[in-house]
């Protein structure tokens, strides 16, 4: 297919806060030596911020170094953390951890309750004012080499091509974008990443990658039971102690809460569903008084890098680089990631700005990979890269214990000799349905628990119909003969948006996948017990559209 072409000297795919604050400090690197750099960043949202979801509470690091005068500029950073609360729950009860008892690292004192998504947008439009292009509801759809086997750029998705693969009226192929570098910044489980980590075997040094999966909901309080600042963390009930997991609430300003919950995804029972989970956990006797006349107004989900510092890929390969959460830079005791990603974006751009102060193209970043090992990302990941293993191997209880230990060693300054490894990736942990245990959920209330369908229709989440499907399946036969057989179908419980349903059609089972629901979350990209799900960009602009996230 003939294609337009456009060349850039910086191509970003992902304007999330690793590829924004890329392209603004190559804009400042060039502006202080007066040269002229271009960039293009590809967003497949509808805008800047539309698929960013977090929790959030941020640790301002980065943005110090990459806008010192961030407040004057009028950064949305409006709540300080004024109290910080750890509670372990029983089914009936529960109690608080005092916070002098918690490893310092833990502690959330200077940093900020925000929404990532309406800090994505401000950063969004700091890259603008210094010149980056952005192309929101663009996806990076495949990549492209030169003739040494070097990343130049990628292909952007065709539009207007109908579920049966035929061009309807108004289509419009796709365009090719070459660079000189090209930064992946897509996110967890990105598409573009997995072919790069095969082409280039990155991964081949590197444990399984681990992951959650997040979810959240804002809710709007009744005043007399919000307080701005309020920063609650909570284990136990109702997982049990082999599954790891926990939840948030951050109080933000003008009454609203931030509402989370995250499962780790190398639990085991096919038939535990985390979404049910999230919502048996708001109606604990510790949580629910404080939802009492209050309103629900968004949700959303999304996976999580867990695996640390053993689970990072080589971050460089011929033509580009890995930053942000697409290399898997995740704080998973402090549920941090996004300094360590603007961080990530920044030094591979002063290694980006010195390759091209030097005429260099398509080859290997290596000072990107080296000032990221000597840098405060390094030491925040070290500190805590024994926790993760840790709740895997010793369950919930024993695991937090001996991460804490660890990281009160940390904060003495002496380190284990020991790296603990994660093992088996997270799809290879299931039990198969007749080693499993049932559970019995409880229908939603409609007040504090909630179906997905209702849920979804609060994430704002929207693609044509007729677009082919974008869960695409290895192997047709295998959610039935394998995945049916064996596991009772658990893609229709980690599922968070309800895509996946077996139904009956002539007394034969088969999966529908309703790929119109998709909030692209990548939970069955990353939990499908034989792989056989791949997820791949649906047409640029489709998915969520988070408002406040």
């Known amino acids: 297919m003939q294609r337009d072409v456009m060349n850039y000297d910086v191509l970003i795919v992902g304007a999330g806060p690793a590829g924004l604050s890329a392209a603004i400090r190559l804009k400042q690197l060039a502006a202080a030596e007066e040269r002229e750099i271009s960039i293009c960043i590809l967003e497949k949202g509808s805008e800047v911020g539309a698929h960013i979801l977090s929790g959030a509470v941020i640790d301002p690091i980065a943005l110090n170094e990459l806008f010192p005068d961030w407040k004057a500029l009028g950064a949305p950073l409006h ?7 750890f509670l372990f729950l029983t089914e009936k009860g529960g109690f608080t951890i005092p916070e002098k008892l918690l490893p310092p690292l833990m502690s959330n004192h200077g940093n900020y309750i925000i929404s990532l998504g309406n800090l994505t947008r401000w950063l ?55 660079a000189h570098y090209t930064l992946i910044a897509e996110g967890t489980r990105g598409s573009l990443t997995r072919k790069l980590e095969q082409q280039f075997q990155l991964r081949d040094k590197a444990e399984p990658q681990k992951y959650g999966i997040g979810f959240k909901e804002l809710w709007q309080l009744d005043p007399s039971q919000h307080k701005a600042g309020l920063v609650m963390h909570a284990q136990g009930w109702p997982l049990d102690n082999d599954t790891g997991g926990g939840a948030f609430i951050y109080h933000l300003e003008d009454n609203i809460a931030a509402i989370g919950y995250v499962v780790h ?35 959303g989900a999304r996976t999580i890098n867990e695996g640390g510092l053993q689970s990072l890929p080589t971050l460089v390969f011929p033509g580009g680089a890995l930053i942000g959460c697409a290399a898997g830079l995740v704080n998973v005791p402090r549920i941090k990631g996004s300094h360590n990603a603007m961080k990530s974006g920044m030094l591979a751009a002063e290694s980006v700005f010195e390759a091209l102060g030097s005429e260099r193209s398509h080859d290997i970043l290596s000072s990107y990979q080296e000032k990221l090992r000597a840098s405060w990302i390094w030491q925040d990941l070290d500190a805590v890269r024994n926790v993760k293993p840790a709740l895997s191997r010793f369950g919930s209880l024993l695991g937090s214990a001996y991460g804490g230990f660890e990281m009160w060693l940390a904060r003495a300054g002496i380190r284990t000799p020991w790296t603990l490894k994660h ?41 044509d119909e007729d677009q082919q499907v974008h869960l695409t399946l290895k192997d047709a036969s295998v959610p039935i003969t394998v ?36 909030i692209h979350c990548k939970a069955c990209d990353i939990k499908d017990p034989t792989q056989n799900i791949v997820w791949v960009t649906p047409e640029g602009g489709g998915g969520p559209n988070y408002v406040n996230m």
């Not at 048996?280 to 629910?288: E, L, V």
């Not at 559970?439 to 628990?449: F, M, R, S």
């Open 79 to 85: 709540t300080p953390v004024s109290e910080d609360h």
């Open 124 to 178: 969004g439009e700091q890259a603008e004012a210094l010149g980056v292009e952005i192309y929101p509801g663009f996806t990076g759809y495949d990549l492209l080499y030169d003739e040494s086997g070097a990343l130049k750029g990628v292909v952007t998705g065709d539009m207007g091509v109908a579920r049966d693969g035929t061009e309807k009226p108004g289509f419009a192929p796709g365009m090719e974008l070459h």
């Open 265 to 299: 995804l190398n639990y085991s029972n096919p038939y535990l569903s985390p979404f049910e989970e999230f919502q048996r956990f708001k109606t604990h006797p510790k949580i629910a008084p404080m939802l009492a006349g209050a309103k629900r107004i968004s949700y």
């Open 423 to 463: 093992g088996k990736a997270d799809n290879e942990c299931l039990q198969t349905k007749d080693q499993a245990t049932r559970i019995a959920y409880p229908k939603p209330d409609g007040v504090l628990t909630f179906d997905r369908l209702s849920s979804i229709f609060l994430s704002n989440v929207q693609h």
């Open 483 to 518: 995945n049916l057989a064996k596991y009772d179908a658990p893609e229709q419980r980690y599922c968070p948006a309800g895509v996946y349903e077996i139904v009956e059609e002539n007394t034969d089972p088969r999966l529908q996948i309703n790929a119109a629901n998709c």
